[in-house]
């Protein structure tokens, strides 16, 4: 196998059920290593509920809600990153905390960014754009699935250019991670399934690409097995232990992402053309893609039986002919993955019309 | 399960056959980060060796070789220490870096903490007593399975306090590390088998005590399956494949080490009065263990077998009391183990009759 590039790891975790606790002590030492407020980033969903009580902000420091009804947006970044650096007028802050799920945990990666890096937020799509150090950086998953607290990206979405691109770069990656799985009950069950399959989904990606290695193999496969325990295994899905299983498998299958395959370009245009969040594209691409990824389709359609989730038919029926090149080309474009699972011919395959045929058995 | 304490990752990795070629750029990236010349620890059985001349060191920089005949101690880390702050005179290198097993890997992160932390190796075995942070460190194993390269600790004996103890600090983690399972091809097979099951011993000790969390667990049952593969397959242990899914084996099991049981003290004892190496110690220690760890007793059988490893018997045999003694108490002292292992009440279990008839079994 080829040697990989230098990965980087996010240097620390906490991990525990009412580990949320602790972010207090890990925010005040951050006081005490640098000046500046303490910047908070928080789902929306929990505004005016008792978490955004437990947020350890004090008098000078900012706390901002984030709609996440819609998938970040590179403007919705550059509002933030405004509004933050008239806020912190020329002062850099002492640390930028993300809670929430894997939207959040990517505006507060993005918007960290923009704090130290001038310009705005679509500068820095692609590979190591990002030149200066972003602030240091605390993520607290409310949501485990998407492997966003591991990540070296953080996806946006750029209506003007049509494509979903991170910011990718060893500085998005967050400096300290806070697992709490009790964070999680509170998840609407379906929302729960989708989010969590997006783990099974890039892991599954990654080791049936062929850019591969073997730490990356043996990540994948650890997050996978989890993945079958929490969601084939004889406990609720979301019983106390599998709560932490699943935080741990995001966590996991999250240091092994990286290289997707046809499951998140598929998924991507659904999100560009239906602003369809994330996790259950993932499942309606995957839901289409039997042909490609047989033993994984199975098993998918086993999990969505288990925990009694259902993909309403008809998703793509009536769109227009704009609406359909759409879905084509925002799938289309993410060459990298497509080549990765299907080689550098891969358009001789995933032809406009097999593609659309995929849409259209949504 | 409880919550973790505040958990270091080595923050970078770079993996893949050949990976060596790259040390010379990442310590450039030093040599433009800081001033200050490069140490290099590298172990003795590589002088005049090939690799010796692959070191990238350059005028003003120090290359030290390690005598590896025997275990660290801390006399040696003092006398390292010492030579190296007297070459410094005053100054910080701009990175320090471990070619080795983990006896070098180990020596190099000693001698570091010293030199940046006053006073002597013994003032730091133990838990959080390092106060400043070490220079920059990298590690480059050439033997697998120890987990040192990812350890926060550094094995040290203590003749005058009889005991093997580790500065235990978040300080004493590498900042990047380069696996070149090529650098592992060359070490003789008995070696290779003993250090190997390292990983499979502190892993299997993990998984069966009671300190537990999710990620541990998860980490150790993946090393746990890939030393399987690589001493139960069909493939030699030393075929190329297996030479990288080994190297990856020992980081991702050291990503999980830290709380061991029983076998480890066991082999402490043989250590500490045979001055025996550690992973054949270890395998010694297990293979008079079938009774606390039956399942992998039975697994580690075979892997002798299926490897062509074996240990000559009667090595406690003709020992004096002031050995014997030494034995029991080399073993008994490591009570955080054994408690992980067997309970606070693990005396009433290994009582010194039972322990002298473990190593009376050897």
């Known amino acids: 196998m080829a040697i990989t590039r230098n990965t980087k790891n996010v240097p620390y975790y906490l991990l525990g059920a009412g580990a949320f606790d602790q972010l207090e002590s890990l925010v ?164 729960y399934f989708y989010t969590g399959l997006d783990t099974f989904m890039h892991c599954v990606e990654s080791i049936r690409g062929s850019y591969r290695n073997v730490i990356v193999d043996s990540l994948s496969r650890t997050a996978i097995a989890m993945s079958e325990e929490i969601f084939l295994g004889d406990k609720d899905m979301m019983d106390e232990e599998n709560l932490e299983k699943m935080m741990v498998a995001s966590y996991i299958g999250g240091m092994a992402a990286g290289n997707v395959g046809i499951i998140h370009p598929v998924s991507a245009g659904l999100s560009i053309v239906l602003h369809m969040p994330h996790g259950i594209a993932n499942c309606y691409a995957l839901s289409v893609l039997g042909e490609f990824y047989p033993e994984e389709h199975a098993q998918f359609t086993e999990m969505m039986a288990r925990q009694k989730v259902s993909l309403p038919k008809g998703i793509c029926k009536n769109l227009t002919d704009e609406q359909l090149d759409g879905l084509y080309q925002g799938s289309i474009v993410h060459e990298k993955p497509l080549i990765n699972a299907l080689g550098e011919d891969f358009k001789k395959i995933l032809t406009r019309e097999k593609v659309l045929s995929l849409f259209a058995n949504m």
């Open 28 to 191: 005040d030492e951050r006081r005490r290593a640098a000046t500046g407020p303490a910047l908070f980033f928080v789902d929306h969903y929990f505004q005016n509920k008792p978490l955004a009580a437990r947020v350890p902000a004090i008098a000078g420091d900012r706390v901002f809600f984030v709609n996440t009804s819609a998938e970040p947006t590179v403007e919705v970044v550059d509002a933030f990153a405004s509004t933050a650096k008239a806020f912190l007028n020329g002062a850099q802050p002492c640390c930028v905390t993300g809670i929430g799920g894997g939207a959040v945990l990517d505006m507060a990666k993005a918007v960290a960014n923009l704090l130290t890096n001038p310009g705005l937020a679509e500068e820095y799509q692609g590979w190591e754009l990002v030149k200066h150090p972003a602030p240091y950086k605390i993520g607290v998953p409310t949501l485990s699935g998407t492997g966003a607290e591991c990540s070296r990206t953080c996806v946006l979405t750029n209506m003007r250019r049509k494509l979903k691109l991170g910011m990718n770069s060893d500085f998005t990656v967050y400096d300290q991670l806070l697992l709490d799985p009790e964070l999680t009950r509170s998840v609407p069950r379906d929302q």
